[in-house]
């Protein structure tokens, strides 16, 4: 059974730098066919998909989110960590981490996501 747990402070100040980390167990995240990725939830809003590693390591992201997101990887700690930039007060939410099959856009694992808050 994989798990996946978010970790990460809970409330950022307003033009810092989000960072988060999914924590991996019951699976590798280098195990051929699967990407790890981020998506979040603002209040009152759906899901919105942020970005991913694969695998292999390639990243990708939501064209609206590409200039502010960066995602990678320690593979000795089976972790992938989202850091999201210049946040302002749009960018608060719950995020989950998730695992995806490469090539299929739903996610079968998630974790049970965290809240954040940006404050001014």
């Known amino acids: 059974q994989v798990q996946l747990q978010e970790s990460g402070p809970g409330l950022v100040k307003l033009s810092q730098t989000l960072s988060l980390t999914c924590t991996v167990s019951?699976?590798?995240?280098?195990?051929?066919?699967?990407?790890w990725g981020w998506i979040r939830q603002p209040p009152g809003k759906g899901l919105e998909w942020m970005g991913g590693?694969?695998?292999?390591?390639?990243?990708y992201y939501m064209p609206s989110l590409k200039s502010r997101t960066s995602v990678s990887r320690d593979t000795s700690k089976n972790q992938f960590t989202l850091q999201l930039s210049s946040v302002t007060p749009e960018d608060t939410g719950v995020y989950y981490c998730?695992?995806?099959?490469?090539?299929?856009?739903?996610?079968?694992?998630w974790g049970q996501g965290t809240q954040v808050t940006v404050s001014s």
């Open positions: 998730a695992r995806g099959v490469v090539g299929r856009d739903d996610q079968d694992y």
């Open positions: 019951g699976g590798s995240i280098t195990t051929n066919g699967y990407y």
């Open positions: 590693i694969t695998y292999s390591g390639s990243t």
